[in-house]
């Protein structure tokens, strides 16, 4: 918790904000050469309805009760998987996307599994850095399940180029 944020488990009240979150965020992505449908695309209200519904959709609210982040996942080789993580850039670099990610971390334990997996771009500071930072590790191509594989394929098909992108992994102590 934070005097500017507060990170909590999504209401259904806070979906409809979400998409307009990701759209801020991935304003940010300009400049570094990714395609413009990539960044044009987010996540259905289908999709944040099933991680609230499951558990695995977080929410960093402002005073005022403003959605400015969120972080979702889902369960992948029973493991949780970070889908999603978006912060409106007017709140970068205050610790929101962190607290975020260690709420995932934190419902991983809870859980009882075994490792949080997620993919990313490897050369941009606030992706893979980032996440190396929180204990994230890259996880090699060997070491990647079958349903992982599927993801990364899954991402390579609406646009992301493989060649940028990394699967990160880090383990809990369950």
């Given amino acids: 918790m934070s005097g500017i944020f507060v990170i909590r488990q999504a209401h259904p009240s806070d979906l409809p904000a979400l998409p307009d979150v990701e759209r801020r965020a991935n304003a940010l992505f300009a400049g570094h050469d990714i395609e413009a449908g990539v960044l044009a695309d ?8 099933r991680g609230a519904a499951e ?6 609210i402002a005073r005022g009760n403003e959605a400015i982040g969120f972080a979702l996942a889902e369960i992948i080789d029973g493991n949780v998987h970070l889908d999603e993580l978006d912060v409106v850039p007017e709140y970068g670099r205050r610790g929101i996307g962190a607290a975020l990610v260690q709420e995932v971390c934190a419902s991983a334990e809870r859980r009882r599994v075994d490792a949080i997996t997620l993919t990313t771009f490897r050369d941009i500071p606030w992706n893979a850095p980032f996440y190396g ?6 996880l090699p191509e060997s070491a990647w399940t079958p349903v992982l594989a599927r993801t990364v394929a899954k991402e390579a098909a609406a646009g992301l180029d493989p060649a940028r992108r990394v699967v990160m992994r880090r383990r809990n102590l369950v």
């Fill in 55 to 60: 558990g695995l959709l977080w929410v960093a």
């Fill in 42 to 49: 987010v996540t259905s209200l289908a999709d944040f309805e």
């Fill in 133 to 138: 930072k929180l204990g994230f590790e890259p």
